[in-house]
């Protein structure tokens, strides 16, 4: 899934969620749990 240029993952070996920078730089990290979609929604109002 793409956010303006963000990235974000599933990470099978850690089991969890990874928002990446356009440069892989790790933002943030989520347990499994995470629900990006919701995530996007608050943090991002024009999704």
Not at 1 to 26: A, H, R
Request: glycine share 2%; charged share 30%.
């Amino acid at each position: 899934m793409n956010i303006n240029n963000l990235k974000i993952d599933f990470n099978l070996s850690k089991n969890s969620w990874e928002v990446k920078s356009p440069f892989g730089e790790i933002l943030e990290c989520f347990e499994q749990e995470f629900d990006a979609h919701e995530w996007s929604k608050q943090n991002y109002d024009y999704l």
